[in-house]
C-alpha cells in the first residue's frame, strides 16, 4: 500500500474510533525538524495545503513527539495550539512512535468543547502505534525499491561506459596486430598479443561482473517459466562447438529422451551451461573431451558435463564457487579467467531452485552435476 | 573499389574498422551520428553500411536500418533499401544467446561483435557485397 493510503486511513479511523468531528495525520520530515500535513479526515482540502510548520512552533506537537499524549479542553484558550482549523475546541493529539522514535503526530477534533478524556488516549494508541509501524515499514520498502531501481540504472550505464572502452581497444589492437596497419616485429607481435590477453582479461572481468549483478537485480532479469532443457545445451553447444573443434577436442551432447522442463530464463540456464561447457573445453587439453548428458534421475532432471581435463586440487575444491577464487592449476595455464564463472552457476543454480555438485581428479578430469527440480506442465 | 559507409559515434571504433577494411581495398566513409549517417547513404550511395547501435540514443542505429529498410514505396530511402546492413553490437551476446540476423525484429542482413575480429569483418563484409552484387 502506498503512504498517502495508509495516512488517509489512519486519519479516517482515528476520527471514527473516537467518533469525533475530525482528525489530521501530521508526519515529521527527515531531519525531525518540520511537520506536513500526511492526510485529513473530516476536514476541508484546503488544509491539505497547509505549508510545513517547524515542530518548535507548535508546542502541542513537541510536546507530544516527546511521547506525551496531550489532550485538550478549549482550544482557544490554549496556545500551545497552532494551526487549528476554525470551529474545533476539543483536541487530542497523540504520538506516532515506532521502537521510540516518532515519525508524527496523530490530531482529533471536536467542535464541543472538553470532549477527549483518558479512555479515548487508550483508545487511540494502539490505532496510532500501529499505524507509525505502517509508515516506517513503508518508507523503508520505497527507500529499498529506489535502490534496486537505481543499481539496476547503473549496471545498464556501466555496461555501457565500461565496456565501450575496452572493446574498442580490443578492436583496434587486433587490426594492428594482425597486420592490417602495416608489418610488425616478432617482438612488436608478442607485446600486443599481451595487451590483447589483458584486455580479452578485462572484457570477460566485466561480463562477469554484470551478470551476477543483472544477476542479483529483480528490473534485468527477464520473466521466469519453464525452459526445455536440451533445447538450451543445444543453444550453448552451437556456440561453443566451433572453439572445441579448433582445439581439437571431441565435444559429446546426450539429450534426454523425454522432454525435460526446468524453471527459470531461458538467458539464465543458457548461461550456467555457457560457464561449465567453456571451463570444460577451457581447461583440457587438445585431443581430449568433454561429455554433456541430460537425463531424468530420481523424478529430478540432471545434466552432467564432464571432460577430461587438468582436473581440480582437492584443496581447492571448498574454494571453487567462491568470488574471484581460481584453483592454482588454473591460474597457471595461459587462459583468461576472471574466477566468477562458477560464482554466477552457483547463484543462478539456486534461484531456480537446484543445486551443483563437483567431482575431480587432478589429471583426469573433472565432472560437474546439476540437478534440477522437474517442471510438469 | 567498393564503399562502404561506417556509422560510428566512436571515432576510435572507425579507426578500428577503417584500418582493416582500407587494407583490403574498400573505400570508407564514415558518420558519426545516425543523422548524418541517413545524410551520406544518399550522398555516397554505399555498397554496404556498417551500423552502430548506441549512438546519439540508445537505440538510434536500430532507428536509421528501420527508416532504410521501410517497405513503403514512397520512402525517401526506397532507392536504398537494397543496400546490405551490417549491424555492430554487443547486445546479443551479452543479454542473449539469440543470435542471428531477425526480419521482424531488426532489417539488417549480418551482426560483427564489438570487439571486433577484423577477420571476421572482412569476411562478413565480402560475402554480403557479393551477395547483393549478385542480386542486382
Known sequence: MELEQILARLAEGARQVLQADAAMVRLLDEEDARLTVGAVSGLPAASWRQEPIAVEDSSLDEEALAGQPIIIADAGADCRVVGLPEGYRSVLCVPLMHENHPVGTLHVYATAPARFGEEDVALLMPLANLGAAAVV???ALTALEAMEASK??????ATHELRSPVTVAQSLV??????????LTEKQTELLGRISRRLDFLENLINDLLALAAGKTPELAREEGPVVLNASIGRVMLLLQPRAEEKGLDVTFHPSHERLLVWGTEDGIDRIFVNLVSNAVKYTPSGGSVTISVRRVDGQAQVEVSDTGIG????ALPHLFEEFYRAPNA??????????GLTIVKDLVERYGGCIEVESTVGQGTTFTVTFPLVDL | MPKILVIEDDPDMVMALRIPLEANGYEVVSASSGKEGLQKVKEVEPDLIILDVMMETTTAGFQVSLQLRNPDPRSEYAAYRH??????????????????????YLPVDD????????????????TLIERSQKAS
Open chain 1, 137 to 139: 515499514a513503508t518508507r
Open chain 1, 152 to 157: 539496476a540504472q547503473f549496471i545498464r550505464v
Open chain 1, 174 to 183: 587486433r587490426s594492428v596486430l594482425k597486420g592490417y596497419a602495416g608489418e
Open chain 1, 312 to 315: 581440480i586440487p582437492e584443496e
Open chain 2, 83 to 104: 543496400i546490405p546492413i551490417l549491424i555492430l553490437t554487443a547486445i546479443h551476446t551479452t543479454t542473449s544467446l539469440r543470435f542471428g540476423p531477425d526480419e521482424a
Open chain 2, 111 to 126: 551482426f560483427v561483435d564489438k570487439p571486433v575480429d577484423p577477420d571476421v569483418l572482412l569476411e562478413k563484409v565480402r
Open chain 1, 331 to 340: 591460474k597457471a595455464m595461459e587462459e583468461v579467467g576472471t574466477g566468477l
